[in-house]
Antibody, heavy 118, light 107 residues
Framework: QVQLQESGPGLVKPSETLSLTCTVS????????WNWIRQPAGKGLEWIGR???????NYNPSLKSRVTMSVDTSKNQFSLRLSSVTAADTALYYC????????????WGQGTLVTVSS | DIQMTQSPSSLSASVGDRVTITCRASQSISSYLNWYQQKPGKAPKLLIHAASSLQSGVPSRFSGSGSGTDSTLTISSLQPEDFATYYC?????????FGPGTKVDIK
C-alpha cells in the first residue's frame, strides 16, 4: 500500500524559506495529485496546494505568492518551499495523495512539525 | 473560496448513541464533499468521499448524505474508538477547503 513520509528541518528562522519533501513508497508518483496541508497546533486544516506528476500546480491564493511545489518522479518525491516565513507558519505539515474533483485526500503522511522561531 | 461550516462545533455522546454532524458550504458543491476523522497526534483519515461513498475499510456505522450546500455525517452507534474530531472538506473547486471540525467526546 502507498505510504507517504514527510522530511525536512523542524526549525526555521523568520524570513527564511521552509523546505519539506514527501517521499512516496509502495506506489508510483506518476499519477494522482500530490498535496500539502498544514495544521497549526489545536487548530483546523489548511490546504496549501497540489502538484500533478506532470509538474502542473494549484496553490491556495492565501499563500500563492510564497509557495513553490516541485516533483521528482525519479525519486518518487515531491517538495514544498514556503518563503518569507513568520510565526504564523508554525504548524504540522502533512503531505497527502489525491484531492482531484470528487475525491478525498488519502493516504496522508504522519506529518512533520515545523516551528518558525529565531 | 468556498467556505465550509460545521455544526455543532463539539458534542458529548455516549457509547451506542446515534451521532449526526452537519456540514454546510457557502455555495453548491454538488456531492463533492469528503469526511475525515482525526484522533490526537494522528493524521486525518478519510472516511467518506463524494458525500456518501464509504472508504474501503471504514466501518458501516459511518454514513454520509447530502448534496448541494448541505451534507451530513452519521455514526449509527458510537463506539469508543470513534471519539475524535471530524472534518468535512469540499473537492468541488480550488482552493480545497475544510470545515472547522466537530469534536466528539465522551459524555
Amino acid at each position: 500500500q502507498v505510504q507517504l513520509q514527510e522530511s525536512g528541518p523542524g526549525l526555521v528562522k523568520p524570513s527564511e524559506t521552509l523546505s519539506l519533501t514527501c517521499t512516496v513508497s509502495g506506489g508510483s508518483i506518476s499519477s494522482y495529485y500530490w498535496n500539502w496541508i498544514r495544521q497549526p497546533a489545536g487548530k483546523g486544516l489548511e490546504w496549501i496546494g497540489r502538484i500533478y506528476n506532470s509538474g502542473s500546480t494549484n496553490y491556495n491564493p492565501s499563500l500563492k505568492s510564497r509557495v513553490t511545489m516541485s516533483v521528482d518522479t525519479s525519486k518518487n518525491q515531491f517538495s514544498l518551499r514556503l518563503s518569507s516565513v513568520t510565526a504564523a507558519d508554525t504548524a504540522l505539515y502533512y503531505c497527502a495523495r489525491g484531492g482531484g474533483t470528487g475525491s478525498g485526500f488519502d493516504p496522508w503522511g504522519q506529518g512533520t512539525l515545523v516551528t518558525v522561531s529565531s | 473560496d468556498i467556505q465550509m461550516t460545521q455544526s455543532p462545533s463539539s458534542l458529548s455522546a455516549s457509547v451506542g448513541d446515534r451521532v449526526t454532524i452537519t456540514c454546510r458550504a457557502s455555495q453548491s458543491i454538488s456531492s463533492y464533499l469528503n469526511w475525515y476523522q482525526q484522533k490526537p497526534g494522528k493524521a486525518p483519515k478519510l472516511l467518506i468521499h463524494a458525500a456518501s461513498s464509504l472508504q474501503s475499510g471504514v466501518p458501516s456505522r459511518f454514513s454520509g448524505s447530502g448534496s448541494g450546500t448541505d451534507s451530513t455525517l452519521t455514526i449509527s452507534s458510537l463506539q469508543p474508538e470513534d471519539f475524535a474530531t471530524y472534518y468535512c472538506q469540499q473537492s468541488y473547486s480550488t482552493p480545497r477547503t475544510f470545515g472547522p471540525g466537530t469534536k466528539v467526546d465522551i459524555k
